[in-house]
């Protein structure tokens, strides 16, 4: 028997609210874990600084792969096809620069 879909509230405050801006992100992993590390780079700055960190497990990040893949879709069905800077090809990280890990 099917179990019915339980209704989640979802709270969101007013510091998340605001977002986080990234235009880099590094990610690692081990057998039991996915660590992305959302940091941000200036021109010309010899660093970056990381803003966010999120941990998840093996199947919640290959969730989240499918799911950033499905709404990219629907983004370039409504808005046209997402240019990646530099490239001529259509791989690579949605903008952002890969770290070593990625």
Avoid: C, W
Wanted: glycine content about 8%.
């Amino acid at each position: 028997m099917e179990q019915p879909k339980q209704k989640l509230n979802v709270e969101l405050g007013e510091k998340e609210a605001e977002g986080i801006y990234s235009n880099m992100v590094l990610i690692s992993h081990s057998p039991s874990e996915f660590i992305i590390d959302f940091a941000r780079v200036m021109p010309g700055a010899p660093k970056a600084k990381i803003f966010s960190r999120i941990v998840m497990t093996p199947p919640n990040a290959k969730a989240l792969l499918e799911t950033l893949d499905r709404n990219v879709k629907m983004y370039e069905e409504k808005h046209g096809k997402v240019k990646l800077a530099g490239r001529s090809d259509d791989t690579g990280g949605i903008g952002f620069k890969q770290g070593p890990e990625a």
